[in-house]
């Protein structure tokens, strides 16, 4: 069995770029609590084929978000952790078993939305956060992240609301989109996709992605719980814009 150390249709200089790409994207979740994820998407979105790069990419995230939920475990609300796993096996069992090909505008255009309400909007009620709302929020973003694999700024935007200390927020962040992004392996494996032709390049992906993280860390510990809180808004909100923006575009808006 042979493994490619640079996947086809990727170049060396591509390759590196990414690997660069995923130390700077790691860093950003690490210190801003969100985003990263999202931005490094983009930028595989210019070399990786659109059939490819959600596997890989729940791969790569799968990787980054362990290594950054082992380093911060100790800050991790494991109550809502506890309710968020369960949520985790529905939505991936029923996304598996539909995977339906829905428009991308009307996941972007909700996702969008509700995240700009979680920044900005009324406080949801605090029931909202026991145990039957976070098993429901799971269930709804871990399916919807088979299909679009930008869920991350709708699930951190609602742990945000739950907790106000900063390392509190990155590491059940990090711990839920663990387990969120850990069904893709076995779904698209089932559904026939290649891993193999992607695991050097994944598992290089990672290892930069775990230092990203280990200096993401130390920018965090030099901020304070309001200025972590404003500029995580602020990033979310832009992810958010940018969410709309790409909907009216897939809808022929503009």
């Not at 659109?50 to 082992?70: C, D, E, F, K, Y």
């Not at 609300?77 to 090909?101: E, M, N, T």
Request: aromatic share 12%; net charge positive.
């Amino acid at each position: 069995m042979e493994f490619a150390l640079i996947p086809e249709g990727l170049t060396a200089a591509s390759a590196g770029f990414l690997l660069l790409c995923s130390i700077i994207t790691s860093m950003i979740t690490a210190s801003l609590g969100a985003g990263g994820g999202v931005l490094l998407l983009v930028l595989m979105a210019f070399w990786i084929p659109p059939a490819t790069i959600i596997p890989v990419h729940g791969m790569i995230q799968l990787g980054s978000n362990a290594g950054r939920a082992t380093l911060t475990w100790r800050h991790t609300d494991w109550k809502s952790i506890a309710a968020f796993a369960p949520g985790v096996i529905l939505g991936a069992g029923l996304g598996a078993w539909i995977l339906v090909d829905l428009p991308a505008y009307l996941w972007q255009l909700t996702i969008g939305l509700f995240v700009l309400y979680l920044c900005w909007g009324p406080a949801l009620p605090r029931s909202v956060f026991g145990t039957t709302g976070i098993f429901l929020a799971s269930a709804l973003t871990s399916f919807i992240t088979l299909f679009v694999g930008a869920t991350g700024p709708l699930v951190a935007s609602f742990i945000k609301q739950m907790h106000t200390d900063r390392f509190t927020t990155v590491a059940t962040f990090a711990t839920a989109m663990t387990l969120q992004h850990a069904p893709k392996a076995l779904v698209f494996g089932v559904a026939g996709f290649m891993f193999r032709d992607w695991v050097l390049f994944i598992l290089a992906m990672v290892a930069c992605g775990f230092a990203g993280t280990w200096l993401g860390l130390r920018v965090l510990r030099t901020m304070s719980n309001r200025y972590f809180s404003r500029a995580f808004n602020v990033l979310l909100t832009l992810l958010a814009l940018r969410l709309l923006w790409q909907a009216g575009g897939s809808a022929g808006w503009w």
